[in-house]
Nanobody, 120 residues
Framework: QVQLVESGGGLVQPGGSLRLSCAASGILFRANTMGWYRQTAGNERELVAIITSSSSTNYAESVKGRFTISRDNAKNTVFLQMNSVKPEDTAVYYC??????????????WGQGTQVTVSS
């Protein structure tokens, strides 16, 4: 069974920093593309950042230069370092995996989400 467990969300002031973590189980972590998405009420979920199995990265234009995605294959964990946050970064952030499970099925999975609120 695939599990993606996010942590690190919370309340942060504009201009501050926050680090999200996502611990994965049930997948061949090294073989998965991992991503962070976000969603606000009434809007579609949107890509924030992805990191491939070879650690290539891609970012939404709105977060380039402020957010950094990274992965620790030894710990099956993906991170999102959020710097210089803005009120418009407020959203529920979701972890995503795309690739092989430990039972060698191709699967896309989502975590439960963690709330990030940027406010003074």
């Amino acid at each position: 069974q695939v599990q993606l467990v996010e942590s690190g969300g919370g309340l942060v002031q504009p201009g501050g920093s926050l680090r999200l973590s996502c611990a994965a189980s049930g997948i061949l972590f090294r073989a998965n593309t991992m991503g962070w998405y976000r969603q606000t009420a009434g809007n579609e979920r949107e890509l924030v950042a992805i990191i491939t199995s070879s650690s290539s990265t891609n970012y939404a234009e709105s977060v380039k230069g402020r957010f950094t995605i990274s992965r620790d294959n030894a710990k099956n964990t993906v991170f999102l370092q959020m710097n210089s946050v803005k009120p418009e970064d407020t959203a529920v952030y979701y972890c995503n995996s795309d690739g092989l499970t430990t039972s060698l099925r191709r699967l896309t999975s989502w975590g439960q989400g963690t709330q990030v609120t940027v406010s003074s």
